[in-house]
């Protein structure tokens, strides 16, 4: 890591238009990824962990989604935010700065075209390669990512692989192109416990030997522990907590982030009832005028129903939106 940000997200608001009314999916993101570093972003389902990730390459359907703030991406033109880029403009940027792993590879390959073609395909257009410079490239890259017999494999469909493999080969279409920024959307849920090792263990090499940058998305905290450097926690659509992973596992500052690592199950936990935290987030079809996780909070203060904390430094690069937290404290 060189200090410097590849990704910077200031102010984040994202709202979408659905049949139930308007989304406040996202409001008031800050997220900085350094270069060379792996960033975690973890939280309970629906707290805006993709819909984030997803506003770095402006994948929400523009006719039903507003964004504000902005998306500073380091390119060799300088900081360029992506929230002001024309579709020309975005579209050289993908494949080329950043590109995304997706969750469910099934449904991001397209099923009635051959694996290896899919990915020469983007090739020749990133590289401006020759029909068969760009399959050697591929089975290079196959070979590397464990994608064997890389042959066999080029000429199979999505359906003849199995989910470990075919999240192997949306690895593969994302290291294709040599971009600064990967995006990986919990790209190991679907995966078994030993398919999800391998898979981490892929990640974690290539990231070292290139000096990639990637966002992590999970709800796994202990794939966070294992492979990030730097953790945000959300909440509601919002960041409540953001830190090095050792700060935020070993000192949490804000109650949510003590409440998740409180309900992680632990193998000196058998027989015992695990913790688990009460109630349910909620649904974000209002703007709050107090904190988010006041409802759930056993710390919570008259204060937190009437005010949304602002975010305070605990220490250097670690920051909490908490009003147990003041600035100056």
């Known amino acids: 890591m060189d200090g410097r940000n590849i990704i910077e997200i200031n102010n984040l608001d ?19 990824v350094k270069k060379g570093e792996v960033h975690g972003v973890v939280g309970e389902s629906g707290c805006g962990k993709s819909v984030s990730a997803k506003s ?3 994948l929400h359907d523009p006719e039903r989604t507003e964004y504000s703030g902005e998306i ?3 390119t060799e033109e300088g900081p360029l935010d992506i929230l002001k880029m024309n579709n020309r403009h975005l579209t050289n940027m993908k494949g080329k700065y950043v590109s995304m792993i ?34 050697k490239y591929v089975l290079d890259i196959f070979d590397k990512v464990g994608i064997l017999p890389p042959e066999k494999r080029y000429n199979q469909y999505p359906f003849e692989m199995s989910g470990g493999m075919l999240q192997r080969v949306m690895i593969a279409m994302a290291l294709s192109c040599e971009v600064k920024l ?11 416990v030993t398919i999800q090792a391998q898979i981490l263990e892929l990640m ?75 109630g349910a987030p909620p649904a974000l079809y209002r703007k709050f005028i107090g904190c988010p996780f006041e409802a759930r909070c056993e710390y919570a203060m008259d204060l937190c129903k009437v005010k949304i904390p602002c975010e305070t430094a605990v220490k250097e690069e670690h920051t909490v939106a908490c009003h147990l ?5």
């Open 325 to 329: 937290y003041k600035k100056g404290d």
């Open 204 to 278: 974690k090499k290539f990231q070292k030997e290139s000096n990639t940058s990637i966002i992590f998305i999970t709800h796994n905290l202990g794939v966070v522990a294992e492979i990030c450097n730097s953790v945000s926690v959300m909440y509601a659509g919002r960041v409540v907590e953001s830190g090095n992973v050792v700060d935020i596992f070993d000192n949490p500052a804000h109650p949510y982030t003590k409440a998740l690592l409180e309900s992680r199950p632990s193998s000196s936990d058998t027989g015992k009832k695990m913790k688990t935290i009460a």
């Open 102 to 135: 997706f969750q469910d590879p099934m449904t991001s390959l397209n099923p009635i075209m051959k694996a290896g073609e899919q990915i020469a395909e983007v090739v020749r257009i990133k590289k401006n390669l020759k029909k068969k410079e760009a399959k």
């Open 182 to 192: 990967i995006i990986a959307d919990e790209p190991t849920t679907a995966l078994d």
């Open 14 to 32: 994202v709202n979408l238009m659905s049949v139930r009314g308007i989304v406040h999916a996202v409001s008031g993101v800050n997220m900085k």
């Open 72 to 74: 500073l991406l380091d």
């Open 56 to 58: 770095i390459l402006k």
